[in-house]
């Protein structure tokens, strides 16, 4: 039995393909600190969480639009995207990279399915941008930098806020309007 | 566009994260820190808050910090060319000043969390 349909896996490569789009775009922006990011490729992991929750309820589909592992193997494309896109993929900042977006993975995903009729895009996303920037700074400060990398934090912080309200804006914006987002939330693609 | 309760929740969870951690650097900003000097033989932990005159041995003769006001410097060096004299004072985290015949190391720090001086001796 196949672990993805068709279909499904259709819609992973799609997101998956923007996240790497988005990778590139944010690569065109100057970065103090090597891991630090805006976090524009968590966009699509974002607009993923809808495609788990939601049931299609049409005949012939296996009930969900994605099941829960594709929203991981998502995260792990996102993550692979950005390290060649960078050129980090075989340095420390991947670890960083990674261990940030599963974290912020992680906690997206409980904050939308304990908290969901009273959140949406934007809170998931502020709270992604928090513990993924978090989860990144601890690591920095146990294994590389030491205590001093407190003194970077609130850069992080701020930038991650700002760049998560944003971001989620735009993903609530984004998934009203779009007509190929109507067409993956019709089932169509 | 409908901004909910949650939403909001997290704006105000992340804002308040981000102000702790902005006044805690603030605040360690403002403490002084200490002057590490590295000689021939030993190293020396000085507070920046205490001013006072150091006297250094070292393979040359004697070298004198100073401590003032917050800020470290060479005052005098029994070497030929008085080189870290000139260097003038150093107070901030990571600031160095250095007497190469003499082979005394002056460093900075911000406050020490770890390794903090155990006693201090006048």
Redesign the interface.
């Known amino acids: 039995m196949p672990v993805f349909t068709e279909k499904q896996l259709n819609r992973i490569a799609m997101l998956g393909a923007l996240s790497l789009f988005l990778s590139t775009v944010e690569y065109l922006f100057p970065r103090p600190i090597p891991f630090m990011r805006l976090g524009l490729a968590n966009l699509p992991v974002i607009l993923c969480l809808d495609l788990i929750s939601s049931k299609t309820g049409k005949a012939g589909e296996p009930g969900e639009f994605l099941p829960l592992r594709g929203y991981f193997l998502l995260i792990l494309l996102k993550v692979l995207g950005q390290g060649m896109v960078n050129g980090t993929m075989a340095s420390y900042i991947f670890l960083f990279s990674i261990s940030g977006s599963f974290a912020s993975g992680l906690i997206m995903l409980l904050?939308w399915r304990f908290?969901r009729?009273?959140?949406?895009f934007?809170?998931?996303s502020?709270?992604g941008?928090?513990v993924s920037n978090?989860a990144q700074i601890l690591l920095s400060i146990i294994f590389i930098f030491g205590?001093?990398a407190?003194?970077i934090?609130?850069w992080f912080?701020?930038i991650?806020?700002i760049s998560?309200?944003l971001i989620?804006?735009f993903a609530?914006?984004f998934s009203?309007k779009s007509r190929w987002w109507a067409a993956i939330k019709g089932g169509r693609i | 566009?409908?901004?909910?309760?949650?939403?909001?929740?997290?704006?105000l969870?992340?804002?308040l994260?981000?102000l702790f951690?902005?006044w805690?650097?603030y605040k360690?900003n403002g403490e002084t820190g200490y002057l590490l000097i590295e000689s021939m033989d030993a190293e020396f932990l000085y507070p920046l808050s205490e001013d006072r005159e150091i006297h250094v041995k070292g393979p040359v003769g004697e070298s004198i910090v100073e401590i003032h006001n917050g800020e470290a410097k060479f005052t005098h060096s029994d070497c030929s060319d008085e080189l870290c004299v000139q260097m003038g004072s150093i107070s901030g985290?990571g600031e160095w000043a250095a007497c190469l015949p003499n082979e005394v190391f002056l460093s900075t720090t911000?406050n020490h969390?770890?390794g903090d001086v155990d006693a201090g001796v006048y």
């Open positions: 904050a908290l009729p009273d959140i949406s934007l809170g998931v502020i709270l941008a928090l978090m205590a001093s407190w003194r934090l609130p912080l701020g991650g806020l998560g309200l989620g804006l609530q914006r009203k | 566009m409908k901004i909910l309760r949650y939403d909001v929740l997290a704006i969870l992340s804002l994260v981000f951690f902005t805690s650097a360690q985290p911000g969390t770890e």
